[in-house]
């Protein structure tokens, strides 16, 4: 029920509502870093043609696809993965040790309302009726420790006027990565 479109500075969901009616998403980070770097990981098997138009010299021939989209140094120290799992759109925050968790705020523009539910999980919500919206599950914060997750408490906080997102991260070990999985 939705497309999913990465550009250099924001993730645009564009969102087909049962009603028919159209909506779209556009998920951007406020202060990023507009210069961060963007790399494909786990290149997939198989290659992509482009051949639009008329014109051979906008052709583009065996294109590497990826399993994942990373944007590197969003923030200081913080990178933001972009991944599907199972056909859903999956993101994780990689904090770097010493980077802080609370520069991330996410901007939704295009929504009506954000909230939490009593689960912990984020309802993004559009004017275009039923079925148009999201629901992000409650954020899932970990870091790793001799190849075992060890997870830290974490949740979604919500802005006054509902239109950003950011994250409440409990105490963890700053000297070693952690992961903020929503």
């Known amino acids: 029920?939705?497309?999913?479109?990465?550009t250099g500075n924001e993730a645009v969901l564009?969102?087909?509502?049962?009603?028919?009616?159209?909506?779209v998403l556009r998920m951007k980070l406020t202060g990023a870093n507009p210069?961060?770097?963007?790399?494909?990981?786990?290149e997939l098997p198989g290659k992509t043609n482009y051949f639009l138009g008329n014109d051979p010299s906008l052709w583009?021939?065996?294109v590497a696809t990826y399993a994942k989209v990373a944007y590197r140094n969003v923030q200081p120290g913080i990178d933001l993965v972009y991944y599907g799992n199972q056909r859903q759109l999956e993101y994780d925050f990689v904090?770097?040790?010493?980077?802080d968790p609370g520069a991330i705020h996410l901007a939704i523009d295009g929504a009506t309302n954000v909230e939490t539910t009593a689960a912990g999980d984020l309802v993004v919500t559009t004017d275009a009726g039923a079925g148009s919206s999201v629901l992000w599950q409650k954020p899932v914060v970990y870091q790793e420790?001799?190849?075992r997750r060890?997870?830290?408490a974490g949740s979604y906080v919500v802005s006054a006027d509902r239109r950003e997102g950011s994250f409440h991260?409990?105490?963890?070990?700053?000297?070693?990565p952690l992961v903020i999985d929503p």
């Open 35 to 42: 210069a961060a770097r963007v790399e494909g990981r786990d």
């Open 95 to 99: 904090v770097g040790p010493g980077a």
């Open 60 to 62: 583009r021939a065996n």
């Open 150 to 152: 060890e997870e830290v």
């Open 169 to 176: 991260v409990a105490a963890y070990d700053s000297t070693r």
């Open 1 to 6: 029920g939705y497309n999913v479109f990465l």
């Open 14 to 23: 564009a969102l087909k509502a049962r009603s028919g009616q159209a909506a």
């Open 145 to 147: 420790r001799d190849g």
